[in-house]
């Protein structure tokens, strides 16, 4: 089924997400009104040790409650590629450096209202640093290392339910941990 585009208006705009009201014709000639909301885009990097991986727990407002997730964050307007936001957000909720990253493929987190992507990354030759946080989740943010296999049985539980973190991990393992599901390093 084909839809076209009749029109659309722009219903609200914050700091980072555009919200709008589509109106379309459908392939069977009717028309439907959908909602969407417009995101720059964002990034998740799975800091990767040899049997172990580094999670930030912080709080995430919408669903009101700490979430134990892998550093992430949007695009900005200055970033040169997916990969330096990845070093950035890598840095700044950790205090971590990577010597490569490795690209795991991109993710359409929900599809369905918005056309946000997330391209996710493991970072590999990992070095310590100071944490650099940015914004107050992040200020209280606890950064912890735990054993891959740990990470997978708390998937299972339900204790590791963040999308972007769940697929990084299944993607990395799946791919035996060498190198990505395309062997990609930037």
Do not use: C
């Not at 964050?73 to 990845?86: C, M, R, T, V, Y």
């Amino acid at each position: 089924m084909s839809f076209r585009l009749l029109g659309v208006r722009n219903v609200g705009r914050g700091s980072i997400l555009t919200y709008q009201r589509l109106h379309l014709r459908t392939g069977e000639g009717t028309t439907v009104v959908r909602d969407v909301i417009r995101h720059r885009g964002g990034v998740g990097v799975l800091p990767v040790w040899d049997e172990e991986v580094t999670l930030v727990s912080q709080f995430r407002v919408a669903v009101g409650t700490d979430v134990l997730e892998i550093p992430a964050g949007k695009l900005e307007e200055g970033d040169l590629s997916p990969s330096e936001a990845a070093s950035r957000e890598l840095w700044e909720e950790t205090g971590l450096r990577a010597g490569r990253l490795v690209d795991l493929g991109e993710i359409l987190p929900s599809p369905g209202y918005t056309d946000e992507r997330i391209r996710l990354f493991a970072a590999r030759d990992l070095v310590w640093g100071e944490r650099s946080p940015d914004g107050a989740e992040e200020r209280e943010a606890r950064v912890v290392t735990v054993k891959t296999s740990h990470a997978l049985e708390m998937i299972e539980s339900g204790r590791i339910r963040d999308a972007k973190t769940v697929v990084a991990l299944l993607r990395w393992v799946g791919t035996d941990g060498v190198g990505g599901l395309t062997g990609r390093s930037t």
